[in-house]
């Protein structure tokens, strides 16, 4: 029955309310709950759960169970926007719990969920939402402005063991609304899914992962226009500041829709000491179609994504190194559209104009100890992104050092404080871009040279932070933490802040 | 370990055929287009001079060039899709009673698809006075 209730209160996304009643168990493991939060925010936590995405490696991930239930609060804001289509200011407000439940000796659950409302400021040359997946393919307008959104998220997943066997299953849930309150008044409702499954047998001390995984996107996406005072043209870009020109102006109704896979494979030790690897891969293919246009398919994004990193772990838990790669590859297949009859065109064929590359391959190397740790990064990274005709590049390569540390200590009765920092600089070694500026127009030529500007520039990055847990001895079944993050970004043409703020209570 | 050896070999023929399935390029650019203008029944053509201009309709991108081979201008390397045409120039022709004429000509289409490789396209021309 308490774990049909789990379940059940996972699903609701209401899972603190059943918990937060029942606190004999929490209030048993009170003395080591606070230390075992730990596993859930050492530096090698974090850097092993971007790895742990297979649902059965999430077995044993941590010792002890945790549920959090957090308000917060973020931002970040730029003189000038690092990405001019993200805007130069970004906040956002709400609220979220997470869970992670050993549930007796064949059962690991964790879900959570999330609801929060935010807006940024000075977007421009993008009307369309989740403009880092679907980019170059999005409406846009020289106006830009300020938007306003809110998001809610579902997430929840199983890892069960039969014998030497081990099956998973998880499911992610996002859903987004962005929208403007004065013209132009672009609109995004985005709908995102993704499922996971997830196998593993056990086999000479080391579990032997396979998992599949399928993804469903979709966004409907407007912009409207109210005032007496006119339009502008919205343009339907398609990379380097190009634009499809025979379906620019008033064809603002669009929505994309993406049915992609991906497959993972994954060795690591039972004990997670020694040596691992995990590699995935997968494909989004984002269509964009023209509402206006009966349904038209202007273009088809093929977004795909590698990785694969192998690491070890020290036996003694003290050291750990990993090096590993990451590529995504985009793909933009734009339509040839054929004669048109009631808005009704010919589809004749498909021609790939767009092509981006991003690799990024680091080496990692990390170092615990009682009270402290830390974490040293170097890597590479090296972008190009083509358009066919006319001809268009950009490109560009860095090598980059970051370094993490973060010390802890227990501090007043049931208190424990950890202070964290970190340092990284990103450093251009190489670039290019071209661009027929003479068949440019002015405000076109401005945004690709600014674009260009902003990614191939040195940048330094470096920040610091604190968090407070506190477990009270009045018998509470919670305790309650406070976490305060900040950080800076600069590079020769401007500076950025991001803080963040998270309280609330775990058991 | 067969059971082993089994997942395995599932596992890269499902990604080698997932890879191989969907990653659908499409490189076949350009083309080479033929434009060819086309007389009235009732005349012969000696001699053009004039202008034949292609836009394409998908980036309004424009092609141009005076370089005749008879009746025909070609264009080398223009990217595949649909196209406007507008030529406009001076004729000789030879009229059906055999006189020779010079007249300023004009042809156009505001539809042809650049798709074939070679693309012909005939365009029946207009005689101006």
Redesign the interface.
């Known amino acids: 029955m308490k774990r049909i209730s789990m379940i059940m209160a996972w699903v609701l996304g209401l899972g603190w309310t059943v918990w937060a009643g029942d606190g004999r168990d929490t209030i048993a493991e009170a003395g080591t709950t606070l230390a075992h939060l730990e596993e859930y925010h050492s530096l090698q936590a974090i850097t092993d759960a971007s790895f742990r995405k297979n649902p059965v490696q999430r077995w044993q991930q941590y010792a002890t169970n945790l549920l959090e239930v957090a308000a917060y609060y973020n931002s970040r804001g730029e003189d000038e926007a690092f990405v001019l289509q993200a805007g130069n200011r970004q906040w956002a407000v709400g609220g979220r719990v997470d869970s992670y439940y050993q549930l007796g000796d064949r059962n690991v659950v964790w879900g959570g969920a999330s609801y929060q409302q935010g807006g940024r400021k000075n977007v421009k040359w993008n009307s369309t939402s989740d403009f880092q997946a679907v980019y170059p393919y999005v409406l846009a307008d020289s106006m830009g402005g300020n938007l306003d959104s809110e998001r809610y998220t579902f997430y929840g997943g199983c890892a069960t063991r039969l014998g030497n066997w081990m099956i998973g299953e998880e499911l992610t849930f996002r859903a987004e609304h962005e929208w403007r309150t004065y013209d132009p008044r672009p609109r995004g409702i985005v709908t995102d899914l993704l499922a996971r499954l997830g196998g593993a047998?056990d086999?000479n001390e080391y579990r032997?992962g396979?998992g599949a995984g399928f993804h469903f996107y979709k966004q409907t996406n407007d912009v409207d226009f109210y005032q007496e005072a006119g339009v502008i043209p919205e343009y339907q870009m398609t990379g380097l500041g190009?634009d499809?020109?025979?379906f620019k102006g008033t064809n603002n109704s669009a929505y994309y829709k993406a049915a992609g896979?991906l497959?993972d494979?994954n060795i690591l030790p039972q004990d997670c000491k020694g040596i691992w690897f995990a590699a995935e891969?997968g494909?989004s293919?984002y269509r964009r179609v023209i509402t206006t246009l009966n349904a038209l398919p202007i273009s088809?994004l093929?977004v795909?994504d590698y990785s694969a990193t192998a690491g070890w772990n020290a036996p003694s838990g003290r050291w750990y190194a990993l090096a590993g790669m990451k590529l995504q590859r985009r793909?933009g297949?734009?339509l040839?559209?054929?004669?048109s009859s009631s808005n009704d065109y010919q589809e004749?064929?498909?021609?790939?104009m767009y092509r981006n590359r991003f690799l990024n391959i680091n080496g990692v190397g990390g170092w615990n100890m009682a009270g402290f740790e830390t974490r040293v990064e170097a890597g590479f990274q090296n972008y190009k992104a083509t358009y066919?005709?006319?001809s268009r590049e950009m490109s560009f390569s860095k090598v980059y050092g970051r370094i993490d540390a973060r010390w802890k200590k227990m501090l007043g009765e049931g208190g424990k404080l950890s202070v964290s920092g970190y340092a990284a600089y990103y450093h251009n070694i190489d670039d290019e871009l071209q661009m027929p500026y003479a068949?440019m127009d002015e405000a076109r030529a401005a945004m690709v040279r600014q674009c260009a500007l902003m990614a191939q520039s040195s940048y330094l990055t470096a920040g610091g932070g604190a968090r407070y847990d506190w477990l009270p001895r009045w018998k509470a079944p919670f305790g309650v933490f406070i976490d305060l993050q900040g950080g800076y970004r600069g590079n020769k043409e401007t500076s950025g802040y991001e803080v963040s703020a998270s309280a609330g209570l775990f058991f | 370990m067969k059971l082993l050896k089994y997942i395995t070999v599932v596992f890269c023929v499902v990604a080698g055929a997932l890879t191989g399935g969907c990653d659908d390029e499409y490189t076949d650019y350009y083309t080479s287009a033929e434009v060819t203008v086309v007389a009235p029944d009732t005349v012969q053509i000696l001699q053009i001079q004039g202008v034949c201009a292609v836009t394409c309709l998908s980036n309004d991108m424009s092609y141009q060039s005076s370089t005749w081979n008879g009746k025909t201008v070609t264009f080398n390397n223009v990217l595949r899709g649909p196209y406007s045409i507008l030529v406009s120039g001076t004729a000789m022709i030879t009229t059906r009673a055999g006189r020779r004429e010079v007249h300023n000509f004009r042809a156009s289409s505001s539809y042809a698809e650049f798709m074939e490789h070679p693309t012909s396209v005939e365009l029946q021309m207009l005689l101006l006075q």
């Open positions: 047998y086999w032997w396979v190009e499809y020109e025979r896979w497959l494979v891969m494909l293919p088809k093929n795909w793909l297949n734009e040839i559209a054929g004669s004749l064929g498909y021609l790939t066919e005709y006319p068949l």
